[in-house]
Structure formats: structure tokens, C-alpha cells
């Protein structure tokens, strides 16, 4: 769930929506069979901010804190929803980091055919903020991200120095069906026990 509570004044601020259950139908089958019983590698090293402190650790150095206090993880690369049983892509560009048991080249050309056919408009959606606007989703069918805009400018430094400030209440729920599928199964039989 989203709720802003600060948005800019000049630049509209967006949220990018992918319903990941029509990227799944429309997947062209040499894809679809690439993936089919595959895990992904999720982690949040390429969203992690870098802060004053971080002055003087190498990129490296920062990798490896993010890992340790948030090591990546694996999911299905296929999920079936727990409740209404459709099946969902479950991967993101700004999360997907790898494919357990595949190369790294073989892992990035995979992905990246992927997120390429479903980052089209044929599946974003994208909401364009009000104050009182909120949003709740089902974040095993829709990935999401910011609508933020690349740098106009050859400078990013300066674009980013220039952005209005912006402030989202964001609230997520969790339910008994956690994602991983070994987990997921033993959270079935214990519920129905």
C-alpha cells in the first residue's frame, strides 16, 4: 500500500505497475521453458543508498555489508498464487540479481530478454500521484517501481540536487504463504492440520 504525503510541486510524481500474470501468458515459450522450474536470485543491492558514512569503502566493501545484512534470497521463478492458483513471472529488473544453476552470461540474457518484453506498454500501467490517492496491491502479481525520470541532463548529480523532496507512507501485509515454495508447502500442510 502507498499513500503519499509529500509530492513535488513541478515534477509529477509516478509509480509503474507490471501485472506479472499477463507477462507469464504472454511469454514467448522458448523463455517460459527456460525458467520453468528455475529459482531466481533476489536481493536489494542495486537500490541500496549510499550514505555519508559509506565515504571510503569500496564498491566491493559495500556489497558485501549489503549481503550480509540482507542476503539475497531465492524464489520460485515461476509462483502459483496461493488463492487463486494463476501463475505469476516473480522478478523484477531492480530486485532479479541471478538463476540458481545458470552462468552468470546465461542467467543476465535470460532476465534481460525477460524484463525487456515486460517493461512494454503492453503490460505497465502507470498512476500518476494526487495528495488522498492510495493504492493497495497484490505484490505477487504486480511488480512495481518508481515512474522517476532518467536524468535530463549529461549530469545527474546536478538533476538529482534539483528534485523537489517527495514522502510515501508505504505499509506491506504479509500473509501465512511465504513465497518460497518449500516454505509455502509446509505453511499448507500446517494450516490445514
Avoid at 524464489?75 to 544453476?101: C, D, M, S, W
Avoid at 512495481?144 to 508505504?170: L, P, Q
Amino acid at each position: 500500500m502507498l499513500l503519499p504525503k509529500v509530492l513535488p510541486s513541478t515534477v509529477k510524481r509516478t509509480t509503474k505497475f507490471i501485472d506479472m500474470n499477463a507477462v507469464y501468458k504472454a511469454l514467448p515459450k522458448k523463455l517460459l521453458k527456460e525458467i520453468e522450474g528455475e529459482e531466481f536470485i533476489h536481493s536489494g543491492r542495486w537500490k541500496y543508498k549510499i550514505r555519508p558514512e559509506d565515504a571510503g569503502i569500496d564498491i566491493s566493501e559495500m556489497l558485501e555489508m549489503i549481503d550480509f545484512y540482507a542476503p539475497p534470497v531465492n524464489h520460485p521463478a515461476i509462483l502459483e498464487h496461493p488463492y487463486t492458483k494463476e501463475k505469476i513471472v516473480y522478478g523484477t529488473r531492480g530486485f532479479t540479481i541471478g538463476i540458481k544453476n545458470k552462468s552468470l552470461d546465461d542467467s543476465q540474457r535470460i532476465l534481460n530478454e525477460i524484463f525487456d518484453f515486460a517493461e512494454t506498454d503492453q503490460f505497465i500501467r502507470e498512476v500518476t500521484w494526487s495528495l488522498g490517492d492510495l493504492i493497495i496491491w497484490d505484490n505477487r502479481f504486480l511488480a512495481h517501481c518508481s515512474g522517476r525520470k532518467k536524468a535530463v541532463t549529461e549530469n545527474i548529480h546536478e538533476d538529482v540536487k534539483k528534485e523537489e523532496e517527495t514522502m510515501m507512507y508505504r505499509i506491506t501485509l504479509k500473509d501465512a504463504f511465504p513465497l518460497c515454495a518449500s516454505l509455502l508447502h509446509e505453511n499448507v500442510n500446517a494450516l490445514q492440520n
